[in-house]
Structure formats: structure tokens, C-alpha cells
């Protein structure tokens, strides 16, 4: 089964709104990263979080990590139309940091 | 920034061919992966190598084999083609533990 489950499956919203989306994961984790994939291209890294770290930014973007409930949660803000992309959690555990990835969430940002 | 070449973005395969995807990176990483994804799965891990001549299984390796001679290259085979493996084949590259850098993409269609 999936490690990582991004919430809601999709999501639309209105240019300059803010998105939220949530992932939950099932055991312990060394990070969780976030991937962009814009339509028919490969993923681009957003952010990394690591396992004591609980808040991060960069730019519009504001990553929280909740250990206890295994769960993160990814907040675009200011939302733009070029932010329509699926975003993707991903789980690095182990020794070597295997990276297990979810299903992703669509955004769709309306002009 | 990272490059990571795929050789075809749409490839066309009949059942029961030999086929080839091939990944170029251009920076001495040691690790490169090999996902498919498909709607409703997500990423999953097809195989993956740590160094040349090196490689192990991920999560779904039936069907697939893999070949690292050089350094920068990593080479997707299937053997001989079904039609369960259309689907979307992306290639990335990490150092160390660090995130990944995907390439843009195959798009596999067996008929």
C-alpha cells in the first residue's frame, strides 16, 4: 500500500485564493518532500521537511510536518493560474532513504 | 541544475517486443530510479541503482530488468512487451540522499 496519501484527490480553486493540500503516511519517516508535475512532464522537487523539523517556507509555499499524526500538510498561497499542477508527497525512509510517493493532488488555479 | 534525458517522450511498442528506455544524466550522481505511474497509482518504484553495474529491485520489478554500464546511464529493458505495461515511465537521479531530479518522461503505449 501507498506510504504517503495526498488529500483531497482534487482541488479548484480562483486565482490569488490560497491551496491547501494534506498528506498522512503509516510509519516513521527521515523526510517528506513535496514534487510539482505539471501535465504530461516529469516531477519537480518543492521542499523538503525533515522528521524534527515541523514548519518550512520558501517563497509562497509553507510545508508542516505533524510526526505524531504522521500527516503534512502543504500550503500554496496567493495562488496563480501557472500554479495548476498535480502535487505530489513522498516519504524517504530507511537507511538508504527510499523515497515512496503518493497518489497526488490535481490543482486546477482559475484565472 | 541537474539535466536528465530521456531518449523518446511517445514510444509505440507491439506485444511481445524487446524494449529499450533509455536515462542520461549529466552530473556523476550515483543514484538513478527507474517509476512508472499510472492514473489512480502514483509513482511506483520500478528498480533502482546506486552505482555502476549495481542495482536492486523496487516495488514492482516483474517484467523489467535494468542495465548501469556507465555512470550517467540507466537503461529500462522489457523483455517482452504486454500491454499492462503502458503506461508513463520516468527516470530520476539523486546524490547521496538529497531529492530527486526526474527526467520528462516516456510515454509507453503496447498494443
Known amino acids: 500500500s501507498q506510504q504517503g496519501e495526498e488529500d483531497p484527490q482534487a482541488l479548484s480553486i480562483q486565482e490569488g485564493e490560497n491551496a491547501t493540500m494534506n498528506c498522512s503516511y503509516k510509519?516513521?519517516?527521515?523526510?517528506l518532500q513535496w514534487y510539482r508535475q505539471n501535465s504530461g512532464r516529469g516531477l519537480v522537487h518543492l521542499i523538503l521537511i525533515r522528521s524534527n523539523e515541523r514548519e518550512k517556507h520558501s517563497g509562497r509555499l509553507r510545508v508542516t510536518l505533524d510526526t505524531s499524526k504522521k500527516s503534512s500538510s502543504l500550503l500554496i498561497t496567493a495562488s496563480r493560474a501557472a500554479d495548476t499542477a498535480s502535487y505530489f508527497c513522498?516519504?524517504?525512509?530507511?537507511?538508504?532513504?527510499?523515497?515512496?510517493f503518493g497518489k497526488g493532488t490535481l490543482l486546477t488555479v482559475n484565472p | 541544475d541537474v539535466k536528465v534525458t530521456q531518449s523518446s517522450r511517445y514510444l509505440v511498442k507491439r506485444t511481445g517486443e524487446k524494449v529499450f528506455l533509455e536515462c542520461v544524466q549529466d552530473m556523476d550522481h550515483e543514484n538513478m530510479f527507474w517509476y512508472r505511474q499510472d492514473p489512480g497509482l502514483g509513482l511506483r518504484l520500478i528498480y533502482f541503482?546506486?552505482?555502476?553495474?549495481?542495482?536492486e529491485k523496487g516495488d514492482i520489478p516483474e517484467g523489467y530488468s535494468v542495465s548501469r554500464e556507465k555512470k550517467e546511464r540507466f537503461s529500462l529493458i522489457l523483455e517482452s512487451a504486454s500491454t499492462n505495461q503502458t503506461s508513463m515511465y520516468l527516470c530520476?537521479?539523486?546524490?547521496?540522499?538529497?531529492?530527486?531530479?526526474f527526467g520528462n518522461g516516456t510515454r509507453l503505449t503496447v498494443t
Open positions: 530520476a537521479c539523486r546524490w547521496g540522499n538529497s531529492p530527486l531530479h
Open positions: 510509519t516513521s519517516i527521515n523526510n
Open positions: 541503482s546506486y552505482d555502476v553495474k549495481m542495482k
Open positions: 513522498a516519504t524517504a525512509r530507511g537507511s538508504n532513504y527510499k523515497l515512496t
